[in-house]
């Protein structure tokens, strides 16, 4: 996700305008090629999960995409493995975005499949990724804070560009991860994507707040959850590079922690 801000004025969750986030704009701004941040995305956590699940054939596996947004690809990171993946994301016309998608989602995502596609879990899949997209996922409107109620409900998991990208706060910022994390069972592999110092964004000509994390602090969000000794860390990309007003993307890939 990716465009710059003027400014970026204190704005909590509930106060940013989640109603008028355009998906139209959103994907043809961020996702209307495959950019060489994504590949590295793609290539980190498609090699994550692939490596755990070829040790680990466990199933049936649950999956969470929290904040969806328009964005496939994380729930295509998920899909040999999940006989349910869940998107979630509390804007209405991204929810509308998620459910035209599962009637056959759009040719755009096809490139973004495909580089899944270099790993054999991946390519092996039966059948259509549409057909397979359309019967596993469960679109579902909702606010990601809420699944402080709803602990250790997923196995696998992922969010992309959410946790700092929701308001200003610090607080929210890791009470987000926290939420994120504590819905998945202990031991559930997950992977989470960050904009590093990011100054907020425009969707279309709407801006949204974000919050000013650096690699320490996500880091330091994301262990209290999390194993340590296996969490991994990978700085993606170049200050500035899709839009102002950011210094890289982050993404972690880790285990939920057992035992908190
Ligand atoms: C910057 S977008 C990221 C979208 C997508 N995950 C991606 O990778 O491009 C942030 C997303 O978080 C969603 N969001 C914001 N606050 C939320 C909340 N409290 N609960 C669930 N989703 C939320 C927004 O609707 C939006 O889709």
């Given at each position: 996700?990716?465009?710059?801000?003027?400014?970026n004025?204190?704005?909590?969750?509930?106060?940013?305008?989640?109603?008028?986030?355009?998906?139209?704009?959103?994907?043809?701004?961020?996702?209307?090629?495959?950019?060489?941040?994504?590949?590295?995305?793609?290539?980190?956590?498609?090699?994550?999960?692939?490596?755990h699940?070829?040790?680990h054939?466990?199933?049936?596996?649950?999956?969470?995409?929290?904040?969806?947004?328009a964005?496939?690809?994380?729930?295509?990171?998920?899909?040999?493995?999940?006989?349910?993946?869940?998107?979630?994301?509390r804007?209405?016309?991204?929810?509308?975005?998620?459910?035209?998608?599962?009637?056959?989602?759009?040719?755009?995502?096809?490139?973004?499949?495909?580089?899944?596609?270099?790993?054999?879990?991946?390519?092996?899949?039966?059948?259509?990724?549409?057909?397979?997209?359309?019967?596993v996922?469960?679109?579902?409107?909702?606010?990601?804070?809420?699944?402080?109620?709803?602990?250790?409900?997923?196995?696998?998991?992922?969010?992309?560009?959410?946790a700092?990208s929701?308001?200003?706060?610090?607080?929210?910022?890791?009470?987000?991860?926290?939420?994120?994390?504590?819905?998945?069972?202990?031991?559930?592999?997950?992977?989470?994507?960050?904009?590093?110092?990011?100054?907020?964004?425009?969707?279309?000509?709407?801006?949204?707040?974000?919050?000013?994390?650096?690699?320490?602090?996500?880091?330091?969000a994301?262990?209290?959850?999390?194993?340590?000794?296996?969490?991994?860390?990978?700085?993606?990309?170049?200050?500035?590079?899709?839009?102002?007003?950011?210094?890289?993307?982050?993404?972690?890939?880790?285990?939920?922690?057992?035992?908190n």
């Amino acid at each position: 996700m990716h465009l710059g801000s003027p400014g970026n004025l204190s704005q909590l969750n509930a106060e940013a305008p989640w109603e008028d986030f355009n998906p139209t704009a959103y994907v043809d701004h961020n996702y209307r090629k495959v950019i060489q941040e994504d590949r590295e995305i793609i290539s980190i956590v498609r090699a994550h999960f692939g490596d755990h699940f070829r040790a680990h054939p466990n199933r049936p596996v649950r999956g969470i995409d929290v904040g969806a947004g328009a964005n496939l690809y994380p729930a295509f990171s998920m899909l040999p493995w999940c006989d349910e993946i869940t998107l979630l994301d509390r804007a209405e016309q991204n929810v509308e975005y998620l459910e035209r998608q599962q009637g056959g989602y759009d040719q755009v995502w096809d490139a973004f499949w495909d580089l899944f596609c270099t790993d054999e879990a991946y390519a092996a899949l039966q059948g259509d990724p549409r057909d397979r997209f359309k019967e596993v996922t469960e679109v579902e409107n909702g606010d990601l804070f809420a699944l402080s109620g709803r602990r250790e409900n997923w196995s696998l998991g992922t969010m992309f560009f959410v946790a700092e990208s929701l308001s200003t706060s610090h607080e929210e910022f890791w009470q987000a991860v926290e939420c994120f994390l504590l819905a998945l069972t202990p031991g559930a592999p997950f992977a989470a994507a960050f904009m590093e110092h990011s100054e907020g964004y425009f969707v279309g000509d709407t801006h949204f707040p974000a919050c000013d994390v650096g690699e320490p602090e996500i880091r330091s969000a994301i262990e209290v959850h999390a194993e340590r000794q296996r969490l991994k860390i990978f700085t993606v990309g170049q200050p500035n590079a899709v839009r102002d007003g950011y210094t890289s993307m982050i993404v972690a890939c880790g285990f939920r922690a057992r035992g908190n």
